[in-house]
């Protein structure tokens, strides 16, 4: 974990109600796709934890949905306004699980972390498929993104107006080697029922400090009590009870 002063260079729409903001600054604590920042906003008490989408020795980018009065906020911060951010939190995805053909499962805003992994994965000898799901069209973010970096991608909408109509759970295929996912708890349950590997899932809690001492987000395992701040985000299926 490193705390650091980082200014916003982009903070615009990708969607009616789906932001990304790029922030300029020290990225080094960013080991492994999979990991997220907390973000200290302006007159706000509680941090915001998000994945992180992107980053390079420079910059890194989140992506988030306006659904509160918070998140709108957020949504109203200006380029060139600096914030206070903890950066490398979390354990992350473990690529070296992956094997020859990883499966990339994402669900809404649940995609931006699998970005990062799609393009970690891209640097491998792997075939990766990713399956996008979102509610309808004008939900829809980074697919020409992922068709950059994947060998198959396949997107599902609930109303069908784009791509397959459906959930993304509807399209996992029989064969792959490991699977990564990340996206609304419900969405991850179905996963975990239709999945026939190990895999891993990375999941999304409010958090109070972000680094394990508050313990206000804990999930039970099959190993105990475990903190999605610090034994997460990202947890094996193996371990997961549903």
Same mark, same amino acid.
Request: hydrophobic share 35%; net charge negative; glycine share 12%.
């Given at each position: 974990?490193?705390?650091?002063?980082?200014?916003?260079?982009?903070?615009?729409?990708?969607?009616?109600?789906?932001?990304?903001?790029?922030?300029?600054?020290?990225?080094?604590?960013?080991?492994?796709?999979?990991?997220? +920042?907390?973000? !200290?906003?302006?007159?706000?008490?509680?941090?915001?934890?998000?994945?992180?989408? =992107?980053?390079?020795?420079?910059? @890194?980018?989140?992506?988030?949905k306006t659904v509160g009065e918070g998140t709108y906020y957020m949504?109203?911060?200006?380029?060139?306004?600096?914030?206070?951010?903890?950066?490398?939190?979390?354990?992350? @995805?473990?690529?070296?699980?992956?094997? !020859?053909?990883?499966?990339?499962?994402?669900?809404?805003?649940?995609?931006?972390?699998?970005?990062?992994?799609?393009?970690?994965?891209?640097?491998?000898?792997?075939?990766?498929?990713?399956?996008?799901?979102?509610?309808?069209?004008?939900?829809?973010?980074?697919?020409?993104? @992922?068709?950059?970096?994947? =060998?198959?991608?396949?997107?599902?909408?609930?109303?069908?107006?784009?791509? !397959?109509?459906?959930?993304?759970?509807?399209?996992?295929?029989?064969?792959?080697?490991?699977?990564?996912?990340?996206?609304?708890?419900?969405?991850?349950?179905?996963?975990?029922?239709?999945?026939?590997?190990?895999?891993? @899932?990375?999941?999304?809690?409010?958090?109070?400090?972000?680094?394990?001492?508050?313990?206000?987000?804990?999930? !039970?395992?099959?190993?105990?009590?475990?903190?999605?701040?610090?034994?997460?985000? +990202?947890?094996?299926?193996?371990?997961?009870?549903?």
């Amino acid at each position: 974990m490193q705390e650091g002063i980082f200014t916003i260079a982009e903070n615009h729409a990708l969607t009616g109600s789906i932001m990304r903001m790029k922030l300029l600054g020290d990225t080094e604590a960013i080991q492994r796709p999979g990991q997220f +920042v907390n973000i !200290r906003l302006p007159d706000r008490y509680l941090r915001r934890p998000l994945s992180v989408c =992107d980053v390079d020795s420079m910059s @890194f980018s989140v992506i988030y949905k306006t659904v509160g009065e918070g998140t709108y906020y957020m949504s109203t911060l200006q380029k060139g306004l600096r914030l206070d951010i903890l950066t490398g939190l979390g354990n992350g @995805f473990n690529l070296d699980r992956a094997g !020859r053909n990883p499966l990339l499962i994402g669900g809404g805003t649940g995609v931006a972390p699998l970005y990062y992994l799609a393009k970690a994965l891209h640097r491998r000898p792997a075939h990766v498929t990713a399956l996008l799901g979102f509610q309808n069209a004008d939900q829809a973010i980074l697919i020409k993104e @992922f068709e950059q970096l994947c =060998d198959h991608v396949i997107v599902t909408t609930e109303d069908g107006s784009l791509g !397959r109509r459906g959930v993304v759970t509807d399209v996992i295929p029989e064969e792959y080697s490991f699977f990564y996912t990340c996206g609304p708890e419900a969405m991850m349950e179905d996963v975990y029922g239709k999945t026939d590997t190990d895999g891993e @899932f990375s999941f999304e809690a409010r958090m109070g400090c972000g680094f394990g001492v508050c313990m206000g987000c804990t999930k !039970r395992t099959l190993l105990g009590y475990k903190r999605i701040c610090r034994d997460g985000p +990202v947890l094996e299926k193996g371990e997961l009870i549903w």
